[in-house]
């Protein structure tokens, strides 16, 4: 029987983190992932420089060999049928956040936690014996991470049961344009392009990385969300924003912060990232909250006070800032949305600097 620190089930970057933080103070750290690395990920792949500055990043040492494309401004806007609804740009004349590729990014920071890694291991049995977890008849530890995702298998032991959730559901693709395709696509790298949807209860994007692009589209309503997504993309063809049809959208889910209320900590096992259900409540950001909270209960652990993590993260998790769906009637929010959604002040204010720039946990986390 193999034994451990603190086992980790689940290599994204709120499992690396916490890996990565729990390493920089001596521990033992095993992380399980069911898949090999890299691999493929749904995401838009947009991070924050505070993301990188957290896990001490060298952002040129980074992009060597790999994607990472400033974002200096955005062009906001809503989806309307005919395509011909203006949007509105705001430029910030410097980075202000990062194209990623999912791939590329995921696969680093696991590779740079120092952790002992266990992929293409699924968790396939885990016991309490005493106190310690045993995952699989193979592997003991005092400490169990959970950091699987929105289906965690870790999560369902703290009472998570996906099924009942009021879960945010999208679709999205993210391929490789040839050179016509690429000549021809009017997304800009350095300015991703949001469209709300005219309900204000979801929103499309697409983010250029390069030759990569990367479109989809999440709402809070789960219904007819296939239909919203071809209304998009019908939208995005007639505006003259894509040319060709994307590739086979993928779908996932996630738990929004102040609506999840899944334990974040219960008998040893400490939930972390999308386990947790801490995307932002406005952008559906998960990245940042993801890394803050895997550093978060990385020092909790450290400092034997993993007791402390749940209230510590009940402290940092912000969701004050309530998205106009969620606060007025639909057919207010719809109009008011509609109509903010053309004024720059509401563009650049609220949905980017509020919303999209300062999303989730607070700023002050450190992994020691």
Not at 164 to 170: F, G, S
Not at 264 to 275: E, N, P, Q, R, W
Not at 301 to 308: D, F, G, K, T, Y
Request: glycine residues 12%; contains cysteine; aromatic residues 8%.
């Amino acid at each position: 029987m193999d034994s451990c620190d603190v086992l980790i089930i689940g290599g994204g970057p709120a499992g690396s983190s916490c890996a990565w933080g729990l390493r920089r103070s001596g521990a033992d750290v095993v992380i399980l992932d069911k898949q090999h690395f890299p691999r493929d990920k749904v995401c838009g792949g947009w991070i924050t420089p505070r993301v990188l500055a957290a896990l001490q990043i060298d952002p040129e040492e980074y992009a060597r060999g790999r994607v990472l494309q400033p974002i200096t401004g955005f062009r906001v806007g809503r989806v309307a049928g005919s395509g011909t609804e203006s949007a509105v740009e705001v430029d910030y004349g410097h980075a202000v956040s990062y194209g990623i590729r999912r791939w590329e990014f995921d696969d680093y920071l696991l590779r740079r936690s120092g952790a002992r890694l266990r992929l293409g291991v699924s968790l396939t049995g885990l016991r309490r014996h005493v106190e310690m977890w045993v995952a699989n008849e193979q592997i003991e530890s005092p400490v169990l991470v959970g950091a699987g995702g929105h289906f965690c298998p870790v999560a369902r032991l703290t009472g998570a049961n996906a099924a009942n959730e009021a879960a945010v559901v999208a679709q999205e693709t993210e391929f490789e344009m040839n050179r016509d395709q690429a000549a021809r696509c009017r997304i800009r790298g350095e300015r991703p392009e949001l469209y709300f949807c005219p309900d204000m209860k979801g929103y499309g994007w697409c983010f250029r990385k390069g030759p990569f692009l990367n479109v989809g589209l999440g709402r809070a309503d789960p219904h007819g969300l296939a239909g919203h997504v071809a209304v998009f993309l019908q939208f995005l063809k007639a505006a003259g924003r894509i040319s060709s049809e994307v590739r086979p959208l993928h779908g996932h889910a996630y738990l929004l912060q102040g609506i999840s209320t899944r334990a974040s900590y219960k008998d040893g096992i400490v939930l972390i990232g999308d386990a947790a259900g801490l995307a932002h409540p406005q952008s559906g950001e998960g990245i940042w909250p993801a890394v803050a909270s895997g550093l978060l209960a990385a020092r909790s652990i450290a400092n034997r006070q993993v007791e402390s993590y749940a209230s510590l993260l009940a402290h940092r998790t912000q969701t004050s800032a309530a998205s106009i769906a969620r606060l007025l009637p639909s057919t207010v929010a719809a109009f008011l949305g509609g109509n903010l959604l053309r004024t720059r002040w509401f563009v650049r204010d609220v949905v980017l600097n509020s919303w999209f720039l300062g999303t989730g946990l607070s700023q002050e986390v450190h992994s020691s």
